[in-house]
């Protein structure tokens, strides 16, 4: 039997040494704590296509999949298992709004060095690999 889990993908934009975070909200998963802006696969989409989608959903901006760099993939698991793919976003067009009010309450930048306590865990590693280019991990397996 082969296994079948959600893919997920999660962006990192910066602006200098700030990463955009966002505080999940109504969602019914982790709402309260801060996330990069993120999201599933819908199916018959590459990640990159993912992402593309997600920044336009979420944010508001629009990015060429070019401007996306790998950053790093988890195989993750927390209620189920997963796999999620992050990457960098070199350039984008457009300032990020909250495009989602339904599902973030909050939308900011943050100093990599302040990073809010109630962020998620598993994306507050994400993010210290890329710092330390660290490309994979298998994160929440005990």
């Given at each position: 039997?082969h296994?079948?889990?959600p ?5 990192f ?8 975070l966002?505080?999940?909200f109504?969602t ?8 990069v802006?993120?999201g ?5 989409e590459?990640?990159r296509?993912?992402g593309v ?6 944010i508001?901006?629009e990015?060429?999949?070019?401007d996306?760099f790998f950053a790093?993939v988890?195989h ?5 298992e997963?796999?999620d ?22 939308l900011r930048?943050v100093?990599?060095?302040?990073l809010?306590?109630?962020i998620?865990?598993y994306v507050?590693q ?17």
């Amino acid at each position: 039997m082969h296994v079948k889990f959600p893919v997920t993908i999660h962006l990192f934009f910066f602006r200098g040494s700030q990463v955009l975070l966002l505080r999940r909200f109504q969602t019914g998963y982790m709402d309260g704590y801060y996330s990069v802006p993120a999201g599933h696969l819908d199916g018959d989409e590459t990640v990159r296509m993912a992402g593309v989608r997600e920044a336009r959903e979420e944010i508001g901006v629009e990015i060429d999949p070019h401007d996306m760099f790998f950053a790093g993939v988890f195989h993750r698991h927390s209620d189920d298992e997963r796999v999620d793919f992050f990457f960098n976003v070199q350039k984008w067009d457009g300032e990020p709004v909250n495009s989602e009010p339904g599902k973030c309450d909050d939308l900011r930048w943050v100093g990599m060095d302040n990073l809010p306590e109630n962020i998620i865990p598993y994306v507050r590693q994400a993010l210290k690999n890329f710092q330390s280019g660290v490309f994979f991990q298998e994160f929440g397996w005990q």
